[in-house]
């Protein structure tokens, strides 16, 4: 069988400008990636605005333009109390809205799509589990396996609505509810490395789309790396682990990328790059 190709995009904000021009460089000689030749694109967060846009086709040079200054500028124009995220999120999301509306021309549903999809994000309450839940949007389901749960039936959901939950990151942007769904939070909170994500809905029994183990190829793309380290043995309390820094949120979110990459990998071996 021909490979099963897997390219995924981790979150971390405007440092998805990084990411694009990692992939930008790739599709040039010598490498000569070939983008059209990927079966799935997955990704968290800002990584899901590229994985969207790839998923409906646009080249990766529009999709880029989403991290040009002007661009960042106007997405976090409207601050919310005075800039401050102490009390409430510390921008509007509306700009951010705006834009992505304009890229995703037709904001077709995620069955629409030309390629894989696969985004994390977070839900805050599942109507249906009554319970929080992490939830992976896809376009890979067996859609009559879900009929009788059709809040787990991702194929009719619109990109604009997908991406707008996968990247709602708390304290940034409010949480963003999506009708007769509920509302969710950043994916980063539970996977800002997707690639296990994207591995796990390409070889899923149940998909309508299965890819077998030994045919993935992975390329997982970050976001650079912020040197960063707690020397001694701290006694912090939660001012010290919660301060300024967000020291236990930063280990949590570096952390399951790690494990998330250390899973692909011993999965795929040298199948596997990131």
Avoid at 79 to 91: M, Q
Wanted: hydrophobic share 40%; aromatic share 12%; net charge positive.
């Amino acid at each position: 069988m021909a490979a099963y190709r897997i390219v995924s995009f981790d979150g971390g904000g405007i440092r998805g400008a990084f990411t694009t021009q990692v992939l930008l460089r790739l599709t040039k000689p010598p490498y000569n990636l070939d983008l059209s030749k990927v079966k799935l694109f997955a990704g968290t967060s800002t990584g899901s605005v590229i994985a969207t846009g790839l998923a409906m086709g646009l080249p990766i040079e529009t999709v880029a333009e989403f991290y040009e200054e002007s661009t960042c500028k106007f997405i976090f124009s409207k601050k919310r109390f005075f800039g401050l995220n102490v009390f409430g999120p510390k921008y509007s999301r509306e700009p951010l809205k705006e834009y992505l509306t304009k890229q995703y021309k037709g904001n077709p549903m995620l069955k629409d799509l030309p390629y894989g999809l696969s985004l994390s994000s977070f839900q805050l309450q599942s109507p249906y589990t009554r319970n929080w839940l992490s939830v992976f949007f896809n376009n890979r389901q067996d859609f009559v396996a879900h009929e009788r749960l059709p809040i787990f039936n991702y194929s009719e959901l619109r990109v604009l609505d997908a991406v707008l939950a996968s990247s709602a990151a708390p304290t940034y942007f409010p949480a963003y509810k999506i009708a007769d769904r509920g509302s969710y939070i950043d994916g980063g909170v539970i996977a800002n490395n997707p690639g296990i994500a994207g591995l796990s809905v390409a070889i899923n029994p149940i998909n309508t789309v299965k890819a077998k183990l030994e045919d993935v190829r992975l390329l997982s793309i970050g976001n650079g790396i912020v040197p960063t380290e707690i020397k001694g043995a701290p006694k912090w309390g939660i001012a010290g682990w919660m301060g300024p820094s967000l020291p236990l949120l930063n280990i949590l979110s570096d952390g399951s990328s790690d494990v998330d990459n250390y899973y692909c990998m011993s999965m795929l071996g040298e199948k596997g790059y990131r």
